[in-house]
């Protein structure tokens, strides 16, 4: 069954360092999304990415963070300047265009920033 | 007041038992009502969609919306130990916002 992949699974990084999360979403699916959720607090949207482009985005996506499709299967969230607030886990979701709204996740990836 | 609200548990019941899983939400826009089944530090693995208001089922799972009440819920017929987990609702309006507004889970815990 497709899934969507995500790497690494942990990240470790010094405050105030550049990361990129890498994430392939599932084949035929053209809508992409990233999620994060600190620990013991809800899932968050960041933003959602069609076309090549943003297509929302929610108010924690700042200046900070950009997304990036940079080939025909990865999928990017770049956070610049890291802070320590920014430890939680990343989750990229991907869902097809025209069947329905379902979201297909993937296994996160921990960023941990010291 | 929070858009969407989970009771976050932890529920325990005895395997076999029925579940009951609730969220309520606050705002009317949402038409699209998701389930979500997490297990501890991994990605949430999507259970059931629902559109609007009724019921859907799929095997031991149902999920029902009365958007009137703004209530949606979840049952587990049969509970296993293996539906030990978070389980967590989310949502959506229609258009063109396309991001999902989650509840916190509810940790759910089926006794062997």
């Known amino acids: 069954e497709p899934e969507v992949t995500q790497t690494p699974s942990h990240q470790v990084t010094q405050m105030g360092q550049e990361v990129i999360l890498r994430c392939v979403p599932i084949s035929n699916h053209l809508y992409f999304y990233w999620y994060r959720q600190i620990l013991g607090q809800k899932v968050e949207f960041l933003v959602s990415?069609?076309?090549?482009?943003?297509?929302?985005k929610s108010e924690i996506f700042d200046d900070q963070f950009s997304v990036e499709r940079p080939d025909g299967s990865n999928f990017t969230l770049k956070i610049r300047s890291t802070k320590l607030e920014d430890s939680a886990m990343y989750f990229c979701a991907s869902r097809e265009v025209a069947v329905g709204y379902e979201q297909y996740f993937g296994p996160g990836t921990r960023l941990t920033v010291t | 007041q929070k858009e969407v609200e989970q009771d976050p548990g932890p529920l325990s019941v005895p395997e076999g038992a029925i579940v009951s899983l609730n969220c309520t939400y606050s705002?009317?826009?949402?038409?699209?009502f998701m389930w979500y089944r997490q297990y501890s530090r991994k990605g949430p693995e999507l259970l059931m969609y629902t559109y609007s208001s009724g019921n859907k089922e799929d095997g031991r799972f149902t999920a029902q919306v009365d958007k009137s009440s703004k209530y949606i819920s979840l049952f587990i017929r049969d509970s296993q130990p293996s539906d030990s987990a978070t389980y967590l609702c989310?949502?959506?309006?229609?258009?063109?916002?396309?991001?999902?507004?989650f509840g916190k889970g509810t940790h759910l815990i089926i006794q062997p």
């Open positions: 705002n009317s826009a949402f038409q699209y």
């Open positions: 990415f069609y076309n090549n482009e943003i297509s929302e």
């Open positions: 989310a949502m959506k309006s229609g258009g063109g916002a396309d991001g999902l507004t």
